[in-house]
């Protein structure tokens, strides 16, 4: 059996992602993001609770670490630097890169664990030696594109344990296991305030007109 990190975001997805993988006999270490102290999801105070109440339900240790410098650094700036140059940017897939997965893997050497996991709707398939991201079964919820910057030396230590999956199948798993927690789907910017436009971030954050 593997030590596994998992990103616990305290929604339902990444809630069954440990959960399976605890019931397949493996050792699972639930972690939490701190990214953003004024996080309108996935990382608010709420969530970070609702992943330390999933993890001892699923009776696993869960760690919160503070990454907010790695964050505003390669998330916000980058994503306010790009609209001000006229670029559109996309904060999901380059925060999944340099501060998610970073900081999954930095632990996971630190702790000497062998794999992380979350809660995406991916598979990873390998072919000649080499493992490729692939979309999930669940064709509806695949979010290959955010993994898309994940380099394939780093594939080799991930696992999708939702890759498999329709999601009502898994919500369906969760209320049996009594693990199910009704959350809004992550769909937006984080750092963006309920109802937010960009430009009204930027002119909040920087003052810019």
Not at 18 to 29: C, D, F, N, S, T
Not at 56 to 85: A, C, E, W
Not at 97 to 121: I, P
Request: some cysteine.
């Amino acid at each position: 059996m593997a030590k596994i990190l998992a990103g616990m975001s305290g929604g339902v997805d990444s809630t069954m992602a440990a959960a399976l993988l605890k019931k397949q006999g493996h050792e699972v270490i639930g972690i939490t993001l701190k990214l953003w102290d004024d996080a309108s999801r996935c990382c608010n105070a709420a969530d970070i609770l609702d992943a330390g109440l999933a993890c001892r339900k699923i009776g696993i240790r869960h760690y919160v670490l503070n990454y907010k410098k790695d964050f505003k650094k390669y998330v916000v700036d980058y994503f306010t630097d790009s609209y001000l140059k006229g670029i559109t940017p996309n904060p999901c897939v380059i925060c999944n890169e340099e501060v998610k997965f970073r900081a999954l893997f930095e632990k996971m050497r630190e702790l000497d664990f062998d794999m992380v996991t979350t809660g995406h709707y991916a598979r990873i398939t390998v072919k000649h030696g080499v493992p490729f991201l692939c979309p999930g079964r669940d064709r509806t919820k695949s979010q290959e594109y955010f993994l898309s910057r994940l380099t394939a030396e780093k594939l080799k230590y991930i696992i999708f344990p939702l890759g498999g999956h329709k999601k009502k199948d898994i919500i369906s798993m969760a209320k049996e296991a009594g693990l199910y927690v009704k959350k809004p789907e992550s769909q937006e910017a984080c750092f963006l305030r309920r109802n937010e436009t960009p430009f009204e971030f930027i002119k909040r954050s920087t003052g810019v007109e």
